[in-house]
């Protein structure tokens, strides 16, 4: 008996307080309102590739792949010049049959975007 008192006591208090109400009630539905616009926008990011002395086939399968934007040079200091000067995001290069992978590592979302789209 003691404790429905108590109880009915303490919901008195809290349904009398509206800074407590408007926390509980309202308060949650902005957090989630905020959560799903972060969550929910799509926005793609385009990245920009220097290529090096890469096949033709190589340079237009870039170009098929969406936000892609592939940019041939003739050698890798022009191409590196370029990715200081943050006109590139990455370069690929092929020497002795090998591809090297540059990253510009100015922006994770450029960076994790030219990882899932080159490799």
């Known amino acids: 008996m003691r404790t429905i008192t108590i109880m009915n006591r303490v919901l008195k208090e ?3 307080d509206k800074r407590t109400l408007a926390l509980m ?3 949650p539905i902005l957090v989630l309102t905020l959560m799903n616009v972060v969550f929910s926008s799509n926005s793609s990011t385009t990245v920009s590739i220097g ?3 890469v096949s033709k086939s190589v340079n ?3 170009n098929k792949i969406k936000h892609v934007n592939v940019q041939k040079y003739a050698d890798y200091a022009s191409a590196k010049k370029d990715l200081k000067q943050n006109k590139l995001d990455a370069i ?3 020497a002795h049959n090998k591809y090297t992978l540059t990253h510009a590592n100015t922006d994770s979302s450029k960076t994790s975007a030219v990882k899932m789209k080159v490799v």
């Open 14 to 16: 809290l349904f009398r």
């Open 25 to 27: 009630f309202l308060a």
């Open 51 to 53: 290529t090096v002395s």
């Open 60 to 62: 237009s399968d870039l």
């Open 92 to 94: 690929i290069q092929k």
